[in-house]
């Protein structure tokens, strides 16, 4: 067991609160399966239509030119690509299978005892994720134990706070929600992100999950998950 104190637990999402597989088996090939029919149905509206106008800014192309576009986006998704343009879409595009009821989203099974816990004892609690703002709130609005948006203060992406392996990101993050980076812990299980928080003031711990195969989190401290947290107000 692990006992910290803080003021705020920002965790990150995959391999963390959920799945990374959840993520690349059933969220990413959702989102390719439907971006054509999104753009083509959306084109119109603000968040899609600035979505397009980056992608073409960035590959040369007219607004215009859908075809090489969506390519674009496609590639992005099979390659991984944490780009703004493209989370944005996945967001819209994730958000509306929820509400379908043609997607749920995965928890791992002690994250809600975790969040309430924390939560009852004056913890602030957010997510900083290379997903859309939107995309983490549809997640966590979809848990399949329920609704765990109400559990959960802020909300960060690479749009609001930076890359998550840059230190200046969490410096960023402490500004805006009024804390002392030593007053903030961050729960991931990727190594290079934990080092980034550190490197800006944060406590950290690592997330080791069992079969979550693409964790580095190999430095200490580092647990198996969030049962071994003690956290309390500071």
Known sequence: M????????????????????HVYDVLFPYARSHMRDWIAAHGSEPATAAAVAEVAADIG?????????????????????KAAPLKTLQ???????????ELTSH???DVRPALVEWDEAGLMLAIYSSGSV???KALFANAPDGDLTPLLGAYFDITTAGPKREEPSYRLIADQLGMA???????????AELDAAAAAGWQVVGLLREGETQATATGD???ESFEELSLRPR
Not at 65 to 73: G, K, M, P, T, Y
């Open 221 to 223: 401290p580092h647990v």
């Open 134 to 136: 939107a995309a983490q």
């Open 181 to 191: 980076p030593g007053d903030l812990l961050f729960l991931s299980d990727i190594q």
């Open 107 to 109: 928890m791992f099974p």
């Open 2 to 21: 692990i006992t910290l104190t803080c003021r705020a637990v920002v965790m990150d999402i995959e391999g963390t609160t959920s799945a990374a597989r």
């Open 61 to 81: 192309v007219g607004a215009e030119d859908s075809e090489a576009i969506i390519e674009q986006l496609l590639a992005w998704i099979d390659d991984d690509v």
């Open 91 to 101: 967001g819209l595009i994730w958000s509306e299978g929820y509400a379908r009821g």
